[in-house]
């Protein structure tokens, strides 16, 4: 029998994960099953994938950039790179207000859910405050950060992947200025670490169904009741339909215009990382797996992969920002505020900046929400508001990330004459 493609196999893992929760949640201690024994798998391939960020992003971005032999065309790329982020992610969040402005999901809340979310959820707001806070400093606060002091430190966290990025960078750049022959031992090295960890990445995916199961039957087995869904039924609704715009919509116009290649079939090629994405909630996760089928299935050339999508990862994200700026909407619609048309200007900038700093890992777009709030003067105990339904919109969300990400690597590789006819399907 042929082997089913890896984005049916993992459709496959997540179907069974649902109805293997819906059946189990039938049974006394069915929940307390999944937690001991089929969680813990979900947790094991999450952290397989996580195992594999650091070592690949070092090892790829040192081999791509000094490939490339050139540091003009590291500027050129680099620039493409920041300004094509930074124009998806603003017409992300101008997509989102302008979606939150038409359905006002906030007005149809009522006042008794108001407050009976406030007092259910007003823990974890102070939790998520705390967390902001540690974020908030001065203007040059992100720059500051991505220098680390000392290599080691910063490769020992899967949240300092900006500060591995730089140093790969740095590397790559004294390679390229050197003779060949002087780097040649060290590339080599680095040539053939990129190959083994690829081949990591094949093993674990090997996995990928079951890993998706496993984590599907427990997201379900301990989502929220169906009444929450409903009372934010607006909300989420809003969401949704600017994720499915953008996932639907805008990335295949990009595709369209600028590869004239068929944006529905480039789709299909990154559908096993928008999966992925779906089911980790994490894009740093993800990685491995969105650099592979970019350069296997869609034919970007590894040069842009390794700088474009490390890169992305950890600051292009655009369903974050379009996120963040319906649920700031949401929750001043919903405290009877009225936004002015600056106050909603402005949101565009905080936004985007607060999805830059967002860690790519599982809700952090929510922390990041705070500043936003904050910023805007709205009730940042709001957030206890939306906390109910935030997992199953930080799935949505990432997987606009990630697509986010391939969409824009495959654009730069065209741009650049690196981009070879797709491979698959
Ligand atoms: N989970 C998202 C990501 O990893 C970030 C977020 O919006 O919470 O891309």
């Not at 500027?75 to 493409?80: A, I, L, N, Y």
């Not at 124009?87 to 359905?103: K, R, W």
């Not at 994200?317 to 649920?327: E, P, R």
Request: charged share 15%.
């Amino acid at each position: 029998m042929k082997k089913l493609p890896l984005y049916v196999r993992i459709i496959i893992g997540m179907i069974a994960g649902v109805l293997f929760a819906v059946i189990m949640l039938q049974f006394a201690n069915g929940v307390q099953f999944i937690r001991d024994w089929i969680k813990p798998f979900g947790t094991i391939f999450i952290n397989l994938l996580k195992l594999i960020a650091v070592p690949l992003i070092l090892a790829s971005l040192i081999k791509g950039i000094s490939d490339l032999k050139d540091v003009t065309k590291l500027s050129v790329m680099g620039f493409r790179t920041i300004g094509f982020y930074l124009f998806t992610t603003v017409f992300a969040v101008s997509l989102g207000l302008v979606v939150a402005n038409i359905i006002k999901p906030g007005n149809s809340i009522s006042e008794t859910t108001r407050n009976e979310m406030l007092t259910t959820y007003g823990g974890v707001v102070e939790e998520k405050q705390a967390e902001a806070q540690k974020q908030q400093s001065g203007p040059l606060k992100f720059f500051e950060d991505m220098v680390p002091d000392n290599i080691f430190a910063a490769t020992t966290s899967n949240t300092r992947m900006l500060q591995v990025i730089f140093f790969a960078l740095f590397v790559g750049i004294s390679m390229i200025m050197l003779p060949e022959t002087t780097v040649k031992p060290f590339k080599d090295f680095f040539d053939s670490a990129n190959d083994i960890i690829l081949k990591m990445i094949d093993l674990i995916m090997l996995a990928a169904p079951f890993g998706v199961f496993a984590l599907i039957a427990s997201l379900v087995s301990e989502s929220p009741s169906v009444d929450l869904f409903k009372a934010l039924g607006w909300y989420s609704f809003s969401v949704v339909i600017g994720l499915f715009i953008m996932l639907l919509v805008f990335y295949p116009a990009l595709i369209y215009l600028f590869t004239k290649r068929n944006p529905y079939r480039f789709l299909k090629q990154i559908f096993p990382a928008q999966l992925l994405g779906f089911s980790t909630s994490s894009s740093a996760a993800t990685l491995p797996v969105s650099m592979e089928v970019t350069e296997k299935n869609v034919g970007v050339d590894n040069e842009v992969t390794s700088f474009v999508l490390p890169i992305g990862a950890t600051i292009n994200m655009d369903g974050t920002s379009l996120y963040q700026a319906v649920a700031a909407i949401f929750i001043a619609q919903a405290f009877g505020m009225d936004l002015t048309l600056g106050a909603q200007l402005a949101i565009i900038l905080t936004a985007t900046l607060a999805s830059i700093g967002s860690a790519a890992v599982p809700g952090a777009g929510m922390v990041m929400l705070i500043i936003v709030l904050a910023q805007a003067g709205i009730p940042e105990a709001g957030l206890a508001l939306i906390f109910a339904v935030d997992r199953p919109l930080d799935m949505l969300r990432t997987t606009v990330n990630v697509t986010s990400d391939c969409t824009i690597a495959t654009i730069i590789a065209k741009q650049l004459g690196k981009l070879e006819p797709g491979k698959h399907p």
